[in-house]
Antibody, heavy 120, light 107 residues
Framework: EVQLVESGGGLVKPGGSLRLSCAASGFTFSNVWMSWVRQTPGKRLEWVGRITTLTGGGTTDYAAPVKGRFIISRDDSKNILYLQMNSLKTEDTAVYFC???????????WGQGTMVTVSS | DIQMTQSPSSLSASVGDRVTITCRASQSISTYLNWYQQKPGKAPKLLIYTASSLQSGVPSRFSGSGSGTDFTLSISSLQPADFATYYCQQSYSNPYSFGQGTKVEIK
């Protein structure tokens, strides 16, 4: 059974940093592209970014609002996906989900999400 | 960036009704269109990918159609478990944008 478990969320001040983790199990993590998606308090879903497999170059892409501030990485030896968030803004407040990609670029499995609140 | 627009934003329906939700892309996305269902407090769940392919384990009362810019999600006979919010998402090009959601409520 595929399981994705996010952790690391919490309350942080504007300008601060936070690192989210997503522990994966039930599939061959190293073979799968992964992404982060966030859901705002208004329930809007926003794609944050994605990382390809390391054998595919470990290429990352980011949405414009987070580019240059957020970094996605993966540790295939531990089956963990990371999201390093720097220079946080109040508009980054959201529930953050990690997801897998299927071969058609659909997001086929999702974690339960972790809440990030950016507030002074 | 590609903008995705869903309609309606919400609808009320009864058990057994046929329900149709539409999604329009701001430019052609071929069939790179996915549908998700989200219930309160839960993560979204993939229902349909590439416009019309049913995800494993999803009931056959769900179906999707369309190509280019116009897409539909249909539920042939609404069941109590189907009251939720539905989102479309394009996977044609980064950023993989979502529609604003359609909330299906009990009439």
């Amino acid at each position: 059974e595929v399981q994705l478990v996010e952790s690391g969320g919490g309350l942080v001040k504007p300008g601060g940093s936070l690192r989210l983790s997503c522990a994966a199990s039930g599939f061959t993590f190293s073979n799968v592209w992964m992404s982060w998606v966030r859901q705002t308090p208004g329930k809007r879903l926003e794609w944050v970014g994605r990382i390809t497999t390391l054998t595919g170059g470990g290429t990352t892409d980011y949405a414009a609002p987070v580019k240059g501030r957020f970094i996605i990485s993966r540790d295939d030896s531990k089956n963990i996906l990371y999201l390093q968030m720097n220079s946080l803004k109040t508009e980054d407040t959201a529930v953050y989900f990690c997801t897998t990609y299927n071969r058609y670029n659909a997001l086929d499995f999702w974690g339960q999400g972790t809440m990030v609140t950016v507030s002074s | 960036d590609i903008q995705m627009t869903q309609s309606p934003s919400s609808l009320s329906a009864s058990v057994g009704d046929r329900v149709t939700i539409t999604c329009r892309a701001s430019q052609s996305i071929s069939t790179y269109l996915n549908w998700y269902q989200q219930k309160p407090g839960k993560a979204p769940k993939l229902l349909i990918y590439t416009a019309s392919s049913l995800q494993s384990g999803v009931p056959s009362r769900f179906s999707g159609s369309g190509s280019g810019t116009d897409f539909t999600l249909s539920i042939s006979s609404l069941q109590p478990a189907d009251f939720a919010t539905y989102y479309c998402q394009q996977s044609y090009s980064n950023p993989y944008s979502f529609g604003q959601g359609t909330k299906v409520e009990i009439k």
